[in-house]
């Protein structure tokens, strides 16, 4: 049968009527975002990210821009809880965590309970470059540094001595304040699209000698996947420990979450596994991702005295914006 006038004026009718749907359904161009891109958890993040913006600037590899943008805030005096001034364990020694994700070639290495080393990222890119294993910790972690020649040295401040000495005194609890959460941790998306996670910390204030959070354990302080993207965490170590929170992350994103939904879902799965966090105004735990296309996204437990934010880097000139996080729950 011939194609005839009155089929084709339906035909017609049928095509100018599913236009405007047919237009909707167009796949949207994605947008693109400038690379290379940088996140970075805190109000530190902004320094961290200017100084992996100018390792980018000058040539430097994503493990480079990453290594020198965390090593700022492990040497600034200013933040306790990372690097040098850290935060003192229960014995009144600074012991410091560290991970570095390269996507590239799915590598890792980590250090934890590191003594006397102001940069263990630094110390844990070696792990990961001159070794065959993933995690050293304790004294063999420090006999490493050792024989690479990283100097060893006091990371307490007096200041810090002093506040930590007067909690014993009185009540050790009072060496915990909320502002206290922040360890740094860091995604970086390089401009061949190739992403890197890294992590510092001296962990929980007054924690127990050799505990470790979750800062040097891969997929659970940090993860990434080159083909998917990457997260890492801060906050209380055990429960991200605990859900292998980085690693759920990246695979939520897998899953095709983008990486607010994928970081908010997890956070929201702690919360269903572990109903007293809603109740424990100490447990905090928040979260940062970074996918492949650049899109980034975080989520937070809890408002506390230090509102959670994160710095991002786009390109390498323009100044990072300082991003608030709503949390999860109101108290
Ligand atoms: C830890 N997650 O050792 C670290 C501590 C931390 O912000 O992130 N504080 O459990």
New binding site residues.
């Given amino acids: 049968m011939g194609y005839r006038r009155r089929d084709f004026l339906r035909d017609a009718t049928v095509a100018a009527a599913l236009l405007p749907r047919l237009a909707r359904a167009q796949p949207k161009q994605p947008v693109k975002l400038e690379l290379p891109a940088v996140i970075a958890t805190w109000d530190y993040g902004v320094e961290l990210c200017v100084a992996a913006q100018k390792s980018f600037a000058a040539g430097g590899d994503l493990l480079d821009a990453l290594e020198k943008g965390v090593n700022v805030v492990e040497d600034d005096p200013a933040v306790h809880?990372v690097g040098y001034n850290g935060l003192p364990n229960e014995d009144g020694v600074v012991q410091l965590?560290a991970s570095i994700m390269d996507g590239r070639g799915h590598r890792a290495g980590a250090v934890g309970a590191i003594e006397r080393i102001k940069n263990p990222i630094s110390v844990a890119r070696k792990v990961m470059e001159k070794t065959t294993h993933v995690l050293i910790v304790g004294a063999g972690a420090n006999a490493f540094a050792k024989k690479l020649g990283f100097k060893e040295q006091e990371l307490l401040s007096k200041e810090v001595r002093a506040e930590w000495e007067a909690s014993r005194k009185a009540n050790k609890e009072s060496f915990w304040r909320d502002d206290?959460?922040?360890?740094v941790c860091a995604i970086a998306l390089d401009a061949k699209g190739n992403l890197a996670t890294a992590v510092s910390?001296s962990?929980?204030p007054n924690?127990l000698s050799g505990r470790?959070?979750?800062?040097p354990i891969i997929g659970a302080?940090s993860y990434c996947d080159n083909d998917v993207g990457g997260a890492a965490?801060?906050?209380?170590?055990?429960l991200?420990i605990k859900n292998a929170a980085s690693f759920a992350i990246v695979e939520r994103m897998r899953a095709g979450l983008d990486p607010t939904r994928a970081c908010q879902e997890i956070l929201d799965r702690v919360v269903k596994k572990h109903p007293e966090v809603k109740t424990d105004p100490r447990a905090?735990l928040a979260f940062i991702a970074m996918a492949k296309s650049g899109v980034v996204g975080a989520a937070v437990l809890r408002p506390q005295k230090k509102l959670f934010r994160y710095a991002l880097a786009r390109g390498t000139s323009a100044a990072p914006a300082l991003v608030e996080v709503k949390p999860l729950i109101s108290a």
């Fill in positions: 809880s965590d206290k959460h922040d360890t910390t962990g929980l924690k470790l959070g979750d800062s302080g965490a801060t906050g209380i170590g055990e991200a905090q």
